[in-house]
């Protein structure tokens, strides 16, 4: 894997874990406390976290099949 599809990975990855993670904390926020707010400090943590820790164990997936 080039670093050019690690990075696709890592922006799809961010993107998606992004918009789950602000419905998730709009709904939780909605249901638990009557006010739908978006956390984005979470939401932008686990998309980085995410991003970051999915995008390489693939690289490193791939790597290691095609020895």
Do not use: P
């Not at 874990?17 to 939780?28: C, H, K, W």
């Amino acid at each position: 894997m080039n670093m050019k599809e690690i990075l696709i990975d890592f922006v799809i990855t961010f993107a998606v874990t992004l918009v789950v993670s602000a419905i998730v904390t709009f709904l939780y926020s909605l249901i638990v406390h009557g006010a739908g707010t978006v956390d984005w400090a979470t939401s932008f943590r686990f998309a980085i976290i995410l991003g970051i820790v999915l995008s390489l164990t693939k690289a490193r997936g791939s790597k290691g099949k095609s020895q």
